[in-house]
């Protein structure tokens, strides 16, 4: 008789101080600091993805506070900074050393993109040093890496993941395709798998709205751990303009949405892991979902 394997399964959101959520009456009124807020998510919740990373570099102090006010076994995955992944940044968002050496005739809000080479590669050392101490504390995660529709599947971007591999030997990265050519056919998904299990690199599987140019992504582990990002399935509010990016993501999973989900991840293989994390951040969706979430992983 074949022995079952074990497998951890952490549910959580995708931040945890939105503004949506704050507004949402999910923190009691007493949770009025940033530190009574983390505190609160984490008694509910073993997981949580750090957003607001991807805007501006993180500081190392931040990163020692969030250690700090959560539990031994509480894990933190880090969304890579916008200019890791070929995003454009804003000017002002980036450290001063950064700043001179682009030229400081800019105004203060243009958004700029970092070329390949010296100065990326001093985005990639500042990001990476920033988080030694949750290294150090045990809470370090995986280093999500989203990167733009435009990064399709090519030789030269395929490179550009060895380099990020590279850049940040000792992490676990995870890697979230926004294009569909990396899975439009069956030979291409497995180039895409293959070169991910060469690399260590984390397969992130997608539950998002159905559109040609969106990544129907299989639900398998590319490493010892597995990483399931759940957008949300309205299809106007993705492509649509908005005020704030929880707009874009305004959806509430239906508990039959998410139970047929649950059997999806319970098949995933050789994943000793699973990290759930729910972005659909708008107003209280996502802590909703993942609750509801926990309680049918432990059911199934």
């Known amino acids: 008789m074949a022995q079952q394997r074990w497998v951890r399964y952490r549910v959580g959101t995708a931040s945890w101080t939105d503004p949506t959520l704050l507004a949402s009456g999910f923190y009691p009124p007493s949770a009025t600091s940033a530190e009574a807020r983390l505190r609160v998510y984490a008694s509910f919740f073993d997981t949580v993805e750090v957003d607001a990373t991807y805007y501006a570099l993180p500081s190392?102090?931040?990163?020692?506070?969030w250690a700090q006010r959560t539990p031994a076994d509480?894990?933190?995955?880090?969304?890579?900074?916008?200019?890791?992944?070929?995003?454009?940044?804003?000017r002002s968002r980036l450290p001063q050393i950064l700043r001179s050496q682009l030229g400081?005739?800019?105004?203060?809000?243009?958004?700029?993109?970092?070329?390949?080479?010296?100065?990326?590669?001093?985005c990639f050392a500042m990001?990476?040093?920033?988080?030694?101490?949750?290294?150090?504390?045990?809470?370090?995660?995986?280093?999500?890496?989203?990167?733009?529709?435009?990064?399709?599947?090519?030789?030269?971007?395929?490179?550009?993941?060895?380099?990020?591999?590279?850049?940040?030997?000792?992490?676990?990265?995870?890697?979230?395709?926004?294009?569909?050519?990396?899975?439009?056919?069956?030979?291409?998904?497995?180039?895409?798998?293959?070169?991910?299990?060469?690399?260590?690199?984390?397969?992130?599987?997608?539950?998002?709205?159905?559109?040609?140019?969106?990544?129907?992504?299989?639900?398998?582990?590319?490493?010892?751990v597995a990483y399931i990002?759940?957008?949300?399935?309205?299809?106007?509010?993705?492509?649509?303009?908005?005020?704030?990016?929880?707009?874009?993501?305004?959806?509430l999973y239906s508990e039959e949405e998410l139970a047929e989900i649950v059997q999806r991840v319970r098949r995933i293989e050789e994943a000793n892991e699973v990290n759930v994390i729910f972005n659909n951040c708008y107003s209280d969706y996502g802590v909703r979902n993942a609750q509801t979430f926990q309680r049918l992983l432990l059911r199934q």
């Open 60 to 65: 190392e102090r931040n990163a020692l506070l």
């Open 74 to 90: 509480f894990l933190f995955h880090v969304k890579a900074f916008a200019a890791l992944t070929g995003h454009t940044v804003e």
């Open 104 to 122: 400081e005739d800019g105004a203060a809000s243009e958004r700029v993109k970092i070329p390949p080479g010296e100065l990326l590669d001093t």
């Open 127 to 224: 990001f990476s040093s920033a988080l030694r101490p949750l290294r150090k504390a045990r809470k370090l995660g995986c280093l999500l890496f989203q990167f733009p529709p435009w990064f399709t599947a090519s030789a030269a971007h395929e490179s550009y993941l060895e380099h990020c591999r590279e850049r940040l030997s000792e992490d676990r990265l995870a890697i979230e395709f926004r294009h569909a050519s990396w899975f439009e056919n069956a030979p291409r998904t497995e180039r895409t798998l293959s070169l991910l299990r060469e690399l260590g690199l984390v397969l992130v599987a997608l539950d998002l709205p159905e559109a040609p140019s969106l990544p129907r992504t299989p639900y398998v582990a590319t490493t010892d």
């Open 229 to 251: 990002r759940l957008h949300g399935r309205n299809r106007r509010a993705w492509f649509g303009r908005h005020d704030s990016a929880a707009e874009r993501f305004r959806y």
